[in-house]
């Protein structure tokens, strides 16, 4: 089971969708974070670049993952890497304001979230 399974059909149509190609940027470092994506099929690599211009990953993930949950409540919002697709990615995502109100309103979609966000963290 993935939290996208914790939805009704009426809240479904909060969710909206991005397929994105081998090698393709999904999120630029400095982008404002606005808000949380689900890795659905693919693999999403983080990475930033050290003083020395050096390339680091910061993160690798797989699907059913969430990326971009710690900044969307965070007053330091902008993301900190590069998101990169390594293989061709289907992500979905849930802006801020739509996010809360699933929060809100949906017990399990609640606990689902938090429960992934714990076992990240």
Not at 37 to 44: R, V
Not at 96 to 100: A, F, S
């Given at each position: 089971m993935n939290i996208l399974e914790?939805?009704?059909l009426q809240e479904k149509k909060l969710i909206k969708y991005l397929h994105v190609n081998q090698n393709q940027i999904v999120l630029h470092e400095g982008d404002i974070c606005n808000a949380v994506?689900?890795?659905?099929?693919?693999?999403?690599e983080i990475i930033s670049?050290?003083?020395d211009g050096n390339e680091e990953t910061i993160s690798l993930l797989n699907?059913?993952?969430?990326?971009?949950?710690?900044?969307i409540f965070s007053k330091k919002n902008k993301l900190l890497g590069e998101v990169i697709?390594?293989?061709?990615?289907?992500?979905a995502y849930i802006e801020?304001?739509?996010?809360?109100y699933l929060l809100q309103?949906?017990?399990d979609f609640l606990i689902y979230y938090l429960n992934l966000i714990?076992?990240?963290?």
């Open positions: 914790t939805l009704t994506y689900i890795l659905i099929k693919g693999n999403i670049y050290n003083i699907k059913g993952d969430l990326f971009a949950n710690a900044l697709a390594t293989q061709p990615t289907d992500l801020k304001k739509d996010l809360i309103n949906n017990l714990s076992e990240k963290t």
